[in-house]
């Protein structure tokens, strides 16, 4: 397993990273599939279709439902979900902040009630890594907490040492995992996770001491919950530069298009958003010219497709008066055409940076993407 560093462009990086489940060409946007599926009646199929490289679920979330130790006896998520191509797991650690009402924090782990039925589940270092482990994930993410954006000072120190210390442990953990007869992906790797609020010297410090690990990866969390763009970019120009260049980098949970050419720009590699498949269940579609709602009734004669020269499944056969029917009708087939050609949009703009990073023109690809898309709507 190895990260190829091909190129750079000022902070950019163009890579290449090797898994046991195949090369992932970086920069990369993952598909979300919380609960391994895409929301919007989106198949594995169709994933391989739009440029997927990599599909992304929720370890606690399959945790609670259907269960982590089923589908190791299913033969793991690939084989469940019939997908063939890398798979990252998240830890859990974001619902130790998003489930902020129903969990306690402590030294061992935390204690959640789930959300399904209201049980108590206990979840620390190990029990995430052996939860991920039987999934058979390529890319496991340690256990940690994502303390809010703006917490105070205090509050963020103290939960940057305990992620450290749960750092450890997940290292530990993974590398017992991998040595059992019966584990499904002995070659799962291990991503540590930065942490630090909005405090660039408590992330630069972390920063520096999770490198010491010398992990197969890193990730930079806790943004987008709370702060600023502007605020999120400072970080980010802090932090990364302390991440080892030669390593992939990972914004958890982020973004737009806009947030995410400047990420690139700042050395992020791997990327994970909600955005175009929760925006697409909502008839809002994103073009180079600006991002389209679909129930506006201007569209409602309108027969081109979404986007003029889109090679996505929905704008080869369908035109935007249609997609606009059946959103209005509640149709689910409405929801699949616009979540695909959202997925297929990421995904083909993060092919364009690694064009555009091969050819040495990335920032004048950037300006020009922004511009255009910035435009408004057609």
Same mark, same amino acid.
């Given at each position: 397993?190895?990260?190829?560093?091909?190129?750079?462009?000022?902070?950019?990086?163009?890579?290449?990273?090797?898994?046991?489940?195949?090369?992932?060409?970086?920069?990369?946007?993952?598909?979300?599939?919380?609960?391994?599926?895409?929301?919007? %009646?989106?198949?594995?199929?169709? $994933?391989?279709?739009?440029?997927?490289?990599?599909?992304?679920? *929720?370890?606690? @979330?399959? @945790?609670?439902?259907?269960?982590?130790?089923?589908?190791?006896?299913?033969?793991?998520? @690939?084989?469940?979900? *019939?997908?063939?191509?890398?798979?990252?797991?998240?830890?859990?650690?974001?619902?130790?902040?998003?489930?902020?009402?129903?969990?306690?924090?402590?030294?061992?782990?935390?204690?959640?009630?789930?959300?399904?039925? /209201?049980?108590?589940?206990?979840?620390?270092?190990?029990?995430?890594?052996?939860?991920?482990?039987?999934?058979?994930?390529? =890319?496991?993410?340690?256990?940690?907490?994502?303390?809010?954006?703006? %917490?105070?000072?205090?509050?963020?120190?103290?939960?940057?040492?305990?992620?450290?210390?749960?750092?450890?442990?997940?290292?530990?953990?993974?590398?017992?995992?991998?040595? $059992?007869?019966?584990?499904?992906?002995?070659?799962?790797?291990?991503?540590?996770?930065?942490?630090? %609020?909005?405090?660039?010297?408590?992330? =630069?410090?972390?920063?520096?001491?999770?490198?010491?690990?010398?992990?197969?990866?890193?990730?930079?969390?806790?943004?987008?919950? /709370?702060?600023?763009?502007?605020?999120?970019?400072?970080?980010?120009?802090?932090?990364? #530069?302390?991440?080892?260049?030669?390593?992939?980098?990972?914004?958890?949970?982020?973004?737009?298009?806009?947030?995410? $050419?400047?990420?690139?720009?700042?050395?992020?590699?791997?990327?994970?958003?909600?955005?175009?498949?929760?925006?697409?269940?909502?008839? @809002?579609?994103?073009?180079?010219?600006?991002?389209?709602?679909?129930?506006?009734?201007?569209?409602?004669?309108?027969?081109?497709?979404?986007?003029?020269?889109?090679?996505? #499944?929905?704008?080869?056969?369908?035109?935007?008066?249609?997609?606009?029917? $059946?959103?209005?009708?509640?149709?689910?087939?409405?929801?699949?055409?616009?979540?695909?050609? *959202?997925?297929?949009?990421?995904?083909?703009?993060?092919?364009?940076?690694?064009?555009?990073?091969?050819?040495?023109?990335?920032?004048?690809?950037?300006?020009?993407?922004?511009?255009?898309?910035? %435009?408004?709507?057609?």
């Amino acid at each position: 397993m190895k990260y190829e560093l091909l190129k750079t462009e000022g902070k950019a990086k163009r890579g290449r990273f090797h898994t046991v489940h195949g090369v992932i060409e970086t920069p990369v946007f993952m598909n979300v599939g919380t609960v391994a599926a895409i929301k919007g %009646a989106v198949s594995t199929d169709d $994933l391989r279709e739009i440029k997927c490289q990599v599909e992304l679920s *929720n370890t606690y @979330h399959l @945790h609670v439902r259907t269960g982590d130790t089923l589908i190791k006896e299913l033969g793991g998520l @690939h084989k469940f979900m *019939n997908w063939d191509r890398p798979i990252l797991t998240d830890s859990g650690g974001f619902q130790v902040f998003s489930l902020a009402g129903i969990r306690k924090i402590k030294e061992e782990g935390v204690t959640f009630n789930s959300h399904i039925d /209201g049980r108590k589940i206990f979840m620390g270092p190990e029990e995430s890594m052996q939860i991920q482990s039987n999934l058979g994930s390529t =890319i496991a993410m340690a256990f940690d907490e994502c303390p809010p954006a703006l %917490a105070e000072r205090k509050y963020v120190e103290d939960s940057v040492a305990r992620t450290t210390r749960w750092l450890y442990r997940c290292k530990d953990e993974m590398e017992r995992l991998n040595s $059992l007869d019966d584990t499904i992906n002995k070659e799962q790797l291990l991503f540590g996770i930065n942490q630090g %609020a909005v405090f660039n010297d408590i992330r =630069i410090e972390h920063a520096k001491q999770i490198s010491e690990l010398d992990l197969p990866g890193y990730a930079v969390g806790g943004l987008a919950v /709370g702060e600023s763009h502007e605020q999120m970019y400072d970080v980010l120009d802090n932090v990364v #530069p302390h991440l080892p260049q030669n390593k992939p980098t990972y914004l958890m949970g982020v973004g737009t298009p806009a947030n995410i $050419l400047e990420a690139v720009d700042r050395g992020i590699d791997f990327f994970d958003c909600v955005y175009p498949s929760r925006n697409g269940r909502h008839g @809002h579609v994103y073009t180079n010219h600006g991002k389209l709602n679909l129930f506006n009734q201007k569209f409602e004669k309108d027969m081109r497709p979404i986007e003029e020269g889109c090679g996505c #499944p929905t704008c080869r056969s369908y035109s935007r008066a249609y997609v606009r029917h $059946l959103l209005k009708a509640k149709e689910m087939l409405g929801m699949r055409l616009c979540v695909l050609h *959202n997925l297929y949009f990421y995904n083909t703009m993060m092919e364009e940076i690694r064009d555009a990073l091969d050819a040495g023109n990335f920032a004048a690809y950037k300006k020009f993407k922004l511009e255009s898309m910035a %435009a408004g709507e057609q």
